[in-house]
């Protein structure tokens, strides 16, 4: 038990520092934002009143009359009532609007590709490292021109060589615009048409790291007691494989879960701004090349919060998983 | 991901290297020659492999393209009315859409995303070490709260973050130090994760608590007595370090925030994405920075798996495995024809006598 509550305690601890660093960044930083916000806001017709300037204070700072300490309580107090203040380019829609619209897409594109690459690699390194020395396994090392591949070049390359010059795909978007969304088979058929090529990217550019990952304990698990024992007992090979090897080499993949993630959400965000996908990350870069700063930092947040809590389910997964962490700890 | 295991492993893969006199004995006369007991030092650097060979030959390819070749092209920023020419023998990698030559801003973008990864993985390399080698080193309070630092920036992902930091930086004032600065600040979490724990598992050695028993300064004892068990993985991590700083600075120019006045490939990208590179067909224009980035990271990644092998060294043998099990095949294949040519000779020898 004490395992799950020290996991619990931590990721509170993270998504503390998460919003300190949200609280911090914009006071450190140089220039005023938000006297450029609320220029930006008056450019859209929006009215700046004292308690709009006074909103976008406690949460960017500038407003010097006030103590740190108590602009970040008034700063955690907006945050708990989930107030993260009016985005300027959407203008007059929220924040918490906003990123409610474009959340969805995100975790559709970014959920499904990390599923099917994370199971594509682990399965393919498992088959991979099962027979070290193979000519399949010589040519593992040619994996890693694909994890090298930045994922906004490879999403430039298939729209290029799949939309361009084949038209197989469409090049950008997230559904067919003169469809409504909505949960019906014509808007879902075309989600998944647009949504094809940027999950596309994302499991090419992610599935070396698996597999890579997977064989390397493959092999290190072959040469444990246990599947000696397996094979002395006379085990069908394709059982060891599953019930022995396998099973046990997969452990940090699992565990390793958490610094992919990270990864595949940064590399997403870049590559839905190639494919303006109507997702997070091209929020994020919208409000960034408009300094919506009131956006940036929801939609940082927002993303944080996703990661944060993804990676707590899997660290909890893992502790029922493998007993010997809770033992550990 | 690399798998790295309990530590402890970095010494165990020398004696592995070297014959044990038992098979040495037998050995024919010519093999024992070519099995000359190597070096310690040797025995701590990779072997040389195919894959390892590639992997050199790629890194060294682009570090010729970034040092090399700018003192040889004309002025990558240069505009002429030759606007997006295919590759010609005037123009070896063809015109952007305002007639730049597109291989002067190559070997000028590889040569500045190369100075930004090199001081990224110092960087990074350098606060790893010290949040994980010094906090296991000291125990107690330092470690938890470096451990707990190192892990917090872990789980936060880091693009997000840096794009937040850059989006408030005005663009003026956005210059190559501070994005690098940004960039390590990212992403020296996982480094530091995993020499930590190597750390705890040479702490305990019995040689680390003579050395602090005999009145050593803590620092001598990290320098002399600890690092250098964890070179081969500090190593392993600058290389990954290096990469990781290359793409993520591509993506951050990509974005159009990366440092102002600066060509990076990322830049260059950024350039042909906005042109319509690639509605408009040209390839040589967006495809030629995004293969250098590749192979540069595949290269460094490659030599990376020589660098594994020496830290697990559970890798190594399953190559080596690998080779005697061809060897013993090649072996027997060919005492089989030996054996089938004798008794071929032998039943036509019969023939004849009958």
């Known amino acids: 038990m004490s395992y799950f509550l020290r996991k619990v305690g931590f990721y509170a601890v993270a998504l503390w520092a998460a919003l300190t660093l949200n609280f911090a960044i914009p006071r450190l930083m140089p220039g005023d934002p938000v006297d450029i916000l609320l220029a930006k806001l008056q450019q859209r017709g929006g009215a700046v ?8 204070a406690a949460l960017l700072g500038g407003d010097t ?5 108590s602009q970040y309580v008034h700063y955690l107090g907006n945050l708990l009532h989930g107030d993260l203040g009016i985005s300027v380019s959407y203008y007059p829609a929220t924040v918490t609007e906003v990123i409610g619209t474009s959340m969805p897409w995100t975790i559709m594109l970014v959920g499904i590709s990390t599923i099917l690459a994370a199971g594509l690699g682990v399965l393919l390194g498992a088959i991979v490292g099962w027979k070290p020395g193979s000519w399949l396994d010589s040519l593992v090392p040619a994996t890693t021109l694909l994890s090298a591949v930045p994922y906004f070049w490879l999403a430039l390359l298939l729209v290029y060589v799949l939309s361009t010059l084949l038209g197989w795909f469409p090049v950008q978007g997230g559904y067919d615009v003169a469809l409504t969304p909505g949960w019906n088979g014509e808007f879902i058929g075309s989600a998944i048409r647009y949504g094809f090529l940027p999950a596309l990217t994302i499991v090419l550019a992610s599935i070396g790291g698996w597999l890579l990952g997977m064989r390397n304990m493959m092999v290190s698990t072959l040469s444990e007691d246990y ?5 002395a007992k006379g085990l069908k090979p394709r059982t060891i494989l599953r019930s022995y090897a396998a099973r046990n080499a997969m452990l940090p993949s699992v565990a390793g879960f958490a610094i992919s993630l990270g990864f595949v959400v940064s590399g997403s965000v870049i590559t839905e701004q190639v494919f303006s996908y109507p997702g997070i990350g091209s929020r994020l870069l919208g409000a960034v090349s408009n300094n919506d700063f009131a956006l940036m930092q929801g939609v940082f947040l927002y993303i944080t919060l996703a990661v944060l809590g993804a990676n707590l389910v899997v660290d909890l997964l893992y502790g029922v998983i493998d007993p010997r962490t809770r033992a550990r700890s | 991901m690399t798998s790295i295991p309990g530590g402890g492993d970095t010494f165990s893969a020398a004696p592995s290297d070297t014959p044990d006199l038992g098979t040495a004995a037998i ?11 190597k070096s310690a030092w040797r025995s701590l650097l990779p072997t040389m492999t195919p894959w390892l060979a590639v992997g050199l030959g790629l890194v060294a390819a682009v570090l010729l393209l970034g040092t090399i070749a700018p003192l040889f092209v004309g002025d990558p920023l240069a505009i002429r009315d030759q606007g997006l020419t295919p590759p010609s023998s005037e123009f070896l990698l063809g015109t952007t859409q305002t007639g730049q030559d597109v291989w002067a801003q190559l070997a000028h973008a590889t040569r500045s995303s190369l ?12 606060l790893s070490c010290f949040f994980g080698i010094y906090g296991a080193y000291r125990g107690g309070f330092a470690d938890e709260l470096f451990s707990l630092l190192s892990n917090v920036f872990l789980v936060i992902p880091g693009l997000p973050l840096v794009i937040v930091i850059a989006g408030f930086v005005p663009r003026e004032s956005r210059g190559l130090w501070s994005i690098a600065l940004v960039l390590a600040l990212t992403s020296w979490a996982a480094s530091a994760r995993v020499l930590r724990a190597q750390t705890l598992s040479v702490r305990g050695r019995d040689y680390v608590a003579a050395a602090r028993v005999a009145g050593e300064r803590s620092w001598r004892v990290i320098v002399v007595e600890i690092l250098p068990n964890l070179l081969p993985v500090i190593a392993s991590q600058f290389v990954f370090a290096i990469v990781a700083a290359v ?15 600066s060509l990076t490939l990322g830049t260059m990208l950024f350039y042909a994405q906005n042109g319509f590179a690639l ?27 020589s660098i594994d092998e020496i830290i697990n060294p559970k890798l190594k043998n399953a190559r080596l495995h690998r080779k005697r099990a061809q060897r013993a095949e090649a072996l027997e294949r060919q005492l089989m024809r030996r054996h089938r040519g004798k008794t071929g000779a032998r039943a036509s020898e019969k023939e004849a006598v009958r």
């Open chain 1, 227 to 231: 599947v000696l024992t397996a094979q």
């Open chain 1, 49 to 56: 009143s004292p308690e709009a300037r006074a909103a976008f």
């Open chain 1, 65 to 69: 009359s006030e103590p740190l300490w």
């Open chain 2, 247 to 261: 793409l993520a600075e591509a993506g951050l120019s990509f974005i159009g925030l990366g440092a102002s006045n």
């Open chain 2, 279 to 305: 509605s408009l067909g040209a390839w040589w224009w967006f495809m030629p920075p995004g293969l250098v980035i590749a192979l540069l990271g595949m290269g460094l990644s490659l030599i990376n798996f």
């Open chain 2, 27 to 37: 050995r024919s006369a010519p093999d024992r020659q070519r099995s000359k007991p």
């Open chain 2, 115 to 126: 100075q930004i990864g090199v001081i990224v993985g110092l960087l990074a390399t350098a």
